[in-house]
């Protein structure tokens, strides 16, 4: 179903295929925040002085945007001059970073800002501010309670993703509610929603263009391609956004993408060239011919064309059965989702 098609948010999402069989169990999540941890993984370091304060915060049920206005407010600052490098989820237990312009002003006594679920870290002093992206990814820690499901077939596919890394889908929470903000994308790109704050319009945009993104990767992942280069495959580099394009594929490439050196990747669509040729650029196109009105409307907000890995590697992963309940532990790079890792391997229910 294309976005020309209908507006109905739930005929707009696609169907993601699995990449080793699909779940082979079931469970439910985020039953308690404590259920998900994530701990920011930074690049960070402070250099013990600067007008910028680096503050490490704990929040519990809590959205990102809503602590800076916290910080922003108890510092008597402007919005602007409290920044991150990344959003958490809100239904969950999470540490990150954050950075406040001080400026010549008294640092305030942070003690009086926390709560049972606001708990200030550790602070120290920095040059520069934060910016988003500037991290290297997250830990994660996720409870799956009531699990049902064959063991032997569960670490199997646990195995399989902790070697060959997951389809790199963007989660279902970049989408809203019942995948309410594609239709608010399809809205605005209609111009029909007019006078949006900032911040609204940049989450339409990026539901948009995660939409397009998922679209690609689901159909290399049926195709069995995701992990695999083809000809005219931009491929990126792992930890980073260089990339080249691959206009033979050779034994050396294959060796690094096994390896997970480079990556395969997928258009986060905007104005530009594609960076993609051959059977992979022909792939794209028709993939994406239907999708006319999400294409049109990216360009014309101005945003660029970037790619995106197709997949993410899954490191550190461990795992534990206690009962009925389900323990899981590893590790992301920045921007992916733990609920596409959850996906492949879990019939996971919140509640």
């Not at 990449?19 to 993984?41: K, M, N, W, Y």
């Not at 034994?251 to 997928?266: F, G, K, P, V, Y």
């Amino acid at each position: 179903m294309s976005v020309d098609d209908s507006c109905q948010p739930d005929l707009l999402m696609p169907k993601l295929p699995y990449a080793f069989g699909g779940p082979c169990g079931s469970g439910l999540i985020r039953l308690q925040p404590e259920d998900f941890l994530v701990d920011e993984i930074t690049v960070v370091e402070s250099d013990g002085e600067g007008e910028h304060l680096l503050l490490q915060i704990e929040k519990r049920n809590s959205n990102t945007e809503w602590v800076a206005g916290q910080l922003a407010r108890h510092a008597d600052v402007p919005r602007r001059d409290v920044s991150y490098a990344g959003q958490k989820d809100r239904h969950a237990v999470t540490r990150q970073w954050f950075s406040v312009r001080l400026a010549g002003k008294p640092e305030p006594d942070w003690r009086l800002l926390e709560t049972t679920d606001l708990k200030i870290l550790q602070t120290a002093r920095h040059g520069k501010k934060l910016r988003i992206g500037v991290l290297k990814g997250n830990r994660f820690v996720i409870k799956v309670r009531e699990y049902r499901g064959d063991v032997a077939a569960l670490e199997t596919c646990l195995t399989r993703l902790a070697k060959k890394g997951m389809p790199n889908y963007y989660g279902e929470q970049r989408f809203g509610r019942e995948g309410n903000n594609l239709a608010s994308a399809a809205a605005l790109f209609r111009g029909e929603l007019k006078r949006l704050k900032r911040q609204k319009r940049g989450i339409y945009l990026s539901a948009a263009r995660s939409l397009l993104f998922n679209r690609v990767v689901a159909a290399r992942v049926a195709a069995g391609t995701w992990d695999t280069p083809l000809v005219g495959e931009r491929m990126i580099l792992a930890g980073s956004q260089s990339s080249f394009l691959a206009s033979e594929i050779d034994e050396d490439i294959l060796r690094r993408c096994r390896t997970m050196d480079i990556h395969t990747s997928a258009p986060l669509w905007g104005k530009g060239d594609v960076m993609t040729s051959g059977v992979v650029a022909e792939l794209e196109a028709q993939e994406l011919a239907a999708d006319g009105l999400f294409r049109e409307g990216l360009e014309r907000f101005g945003l660029k064309m970037e790619r995106r890995a197709m997949r993410a590697a899954v490191n550190d992963l461990q795992w534990d059965i206690k009962g009925d309940q389900l323990i899981l532990q590893f590790s992301l790079s920045k921007g992916s989702f733990a609920t596409s890792l959850l996906r492949e391997c879990i019939d996971y229910r919140l509640p």
